[in-house]
């Protein structure tokens, strides 16, 4: 039996966890995340996704946006979110914010509690979370999965896509 298909929406948010989680800073990994990425918005069609531009599937769903034509919005958490990002990946965001939509600076100064602001930011303005999430009940992903949960936005979890397309890593 296939799963029910996700609510229409015109604009989501994403949320999903980073490469560590995902199986590493490979290639392989970032190659397997533009497929679910492409996958995931041909099937929503969404007119506008907001996205916290984090490594893993945020900047994979921003990059999926750029090749399909899709408006986004870079919602930074705080100025120069990369500062300790190597140098490859800060030109990615650079390259990326440069074609997003709009580009929101949500909190004034860097700070875990920047990136719980900006994620009830996107939340509060999403129809629909698409979650890359795991299930654990901790980080993150977590946080924003159950923000949306209280405010009655639905969660569409795209977590078996992942597993389906990197063989359960």
Known sequence: MRPAAPPRASTIAVTGHRPPRLGGYTPEVDEL???LADHT??????????TGMAQGWDLAIAEACARAGVAFTA???????????????????GRLLEQAASVELI??????????VRDRWMVERAELLVALWDGARQGGTFSTVRSAEKRGVPVHNVWAGWTALSGGA
């Open 75 to 93: 919602a930074l958490p705080f100025a120069d979110p990369d500062a300790r990002w190597p140098a490859p990946q800060r030109a990615r965001l």
């Open 33 to 35: 995340l533009a497929r």
């Open 107 to 116: 909190s004034p100064s860097p700070g875990p509690g920047a990136y719980h």
């Open 41 to 50: 918005l041909a099937e929503l069609e969404p007119a506008r996704v907001l």
